[in-house]
């Protein structure tokens, strides 16, 4: 089974950055595609962006685009959303997720974007 684990969230002033990491493991890294939601209390996870397996090639949502960077170590098995200019709308758990034989969901790590 697949195991995430995300980590680099915290608190973070409007205007901020935050590099946010998940390490994987129990699966064969550079063969699927990554993606990274979030998730507001009482909200349904939003996708934020994904990254291909292979060829790494990308997809932002709106709000992320030249804001957010998703990128993939693969000789860490690691995925990486590098965020900037953040606002307080960008408070939120953010998951790291993998679409494998069935959905496979970190246990979130949380931004909190507040002066």
């Known amino acids: 089974e697949a195991d995430l684990v995300e980590s680099g969230g915290g608190l973070v002033q409007p205007g901020g950055s935050l590099r946010l990491s998940c390490v994987t493991t129990?699966?064969?890294?550079?063969?699927?595609?990554k993606s990274w939601f979030r998730q507001v209390p009482g909200g349904k996870p939003e996708l934020v962006a994904c990254i291909a397996g292979r060829d790494h090639s990308t997809y932002y949502k709106s709000f992320a685009k030249g804001r957010f960077t998703i990128s993939a170590d693969d000789t860490k098995n690691m995925v990486i959303l590098q965020m900037s200019a953040l606002n307080a709308e960008d408070t939120a758990v953010y998951y790291c997720?993998?679409?494998?034989?069935?959905?496979?969901w970190g246990r979130g790590t949380l931004v909190t974007v507040s002066s």
């Open positions: 129990g699966f064969v890294f550079r063969d699927y595609a």
């Open positions: 997720n993998i679409r494998l034989d069935k959905e496979y």
